[in-house]
């Protein structure tokens, strides 16, 4: 049995009034979402650990099994991971976002859609003026950046830049959660006054406002720790020999790299709206061929929440329904025979978001999000349609932990 799990990261919401009460999910028409928890079994899964942050990082890796309390150090070391940066025993490695201040408030923390390209030139810029033996910036996709500070402490207190959009942004400056790491917030302190400084009068910024577009005007560095002890899926799950991410954001790659998955790009992903939904199904399609276990993340549903957008999220979600997970099923049952299969294998599909990510919140929540597993010969349970609310009769109830990785892999050999 072959295994594909399809991650709509931020897809779940809250119950919209402007949909009558209904949250985004209920609300989309997605027949193939409903296929799957139509013809499989459903339930609810508690995707953010008690104590820990509603990241992204946190609820990729619990869905996968990682234990959060051994494996968590932060989104820095997952982007270091994704982009090829090694990281010393002592490197601080942070998430680097480049963010768009208006006066005393952040107004969002994604320059307003800035392309990898003008990242790019801005990030090299600062590590010119601001890198040194100790200090290194480099560059990511789009806003989301790496700044690795050797000797750093990561005992420190970051407000992630997407929790505060419209809010007061110097009491969300860094500060030490130890004395030990006051030193670490100093040099973090500076290295944002310094940012603003000099990304003031960039040409590249000048550019952008010019075109009434948002300035990239400060640094935010956030999400920082040191290299992370992931064991690799395939020492844990033996039936994984080999297996593959299909993602356009770094930190999912990350999570990736070090659950030892070849990272899989696709041309035209982008980890918003616009992103290539028909190429992320091909590939996924494609390497279920050579591969165990494909882990397929599309990013556009929380970037769409982030910016409180209901159409929009409506959108990605009908969408992931349409181009994607359609045109994989289309491909592993070309006959409609509701048999999924490559090559001759059986294939076991999960369909969940990571974390809800409420367009009227505008960040993520800790709320468990619905999931669905459909695989040939699993004994479908009552639930219809894929949502937050039909999913609480699912026959697999709440799960936590690595309790829904297990259940999902464990399609094929011992059916709940």
């Not at 479908?380 to 937050?388: A, G, K, L």
Request: hydrophobic letters at 35%; aromatic letters at 6%; proline letters at 7%.
């Amino acid at each position: 049995m072959k295994h594909l799990i399809i991650l709509g990261d931020g897809m779940a919401d809250w119950p919209c009034p402007e949909l009558g009460g209904k949250t985004l999910l209920q609300y989309a028409d997605t027949p193939s979402f409903d296929f799957l928890a139509r013809n499989g079994r459903n339930g609810l899964l508690k995707t953010v650990p008690d104590g820990f942050h509603p990241g992204s990082e946190v609820a990729n890796s619990s869905i996968l099994g990682y234990d959060q309390h051994i494996v968590y150090e932060g989104r820095g070391p997952l982007e270091a991971a994704s982009i090829g940066v090694e990281l010393a025993p002592d490197d601080l490695a942070m998430r680097c976002n480049l963010v768009c201040l208006e006066g005393d408030l952040l107004k969002n923390h994604s320059c307003g859609r800035l392309e990898t390209e003008e990242g790019d030139v801005l990030i090299r810029y600062l590590e010119e003026h601001l890198g040194n033996d100790r200090i290194h910036f480099y560059t990511g996709v789009q806003y989301r950046h790496l700044l690795v500070i050797k000797g750093g402490n990561k005992h420190l207190l970051c407000t992630p830049p997407h929790d505060i959009p419209g809010m007061p942004w110097r009491e969300n400056l860094p500060k030490a959660a130890v004395p030990e790491a006051q030193e670490t917030v100093d040099v973090l302190q500076h290295l944002m006054s310094e940012s603003q400084r000099l990304l003031a009068h960039h040409p590249l910024n000048l550019s952008r406002m010019a075109k009434g577009q948002d300035p990239a005007s400060s640094i935010w560095p956030w999400g920082g720790g040191y290299r992370p002890k992931m064991i690799p899926l395939t020492t844990t799950f033996p039936q994984i020999k080999k297996g593959s991410v299909i993602t356009a954001v770094d930190l999912i790659r990350g999570i990736g790299r070090y659950a030892g998955l070849q990272v899989i790009h696709v041309p035209g992903a982008t980890g918003l709206w616009d992103t290539n939904y028909e190429g992320k199904a091909q590939a996924a399609v494609q390497a279920l061929h050579t591969d165990d276990f494909v882990y397929l993340h599309v990013e556009a549903s929380d970037e769409a929440g982030h910016d409180g957008s209901i159409p929009l999220k409506l959108d990605t979600i009908r969408s992931l329904d349409s181009r994607l997970l359609k045109h994989i099923l289309e491909a592993l049952d070309p006959h409609a025979t509701g048999q999924l299969e490559v090559g001759g294998e059986p294939v076991a599909v999960a369909l969940l978001p990571d974390h809800p990510t409420p367009c009227r919140l505008r960040t993520h929540t800790n709320e468990p999000v619905p999931f669905a597993i459909y695989a040939p010969g699993i004994e479908p349970d009552r639930v219809q349609t894929f949502d937050e609310v039909a999913a609480r009769e699912g026959v697999y109830g709440m799960m936590e932990g690595d309790e829904f990785i297990r259940a999902f892999m464990s399609c094929g050999q011992d059916i709940l």
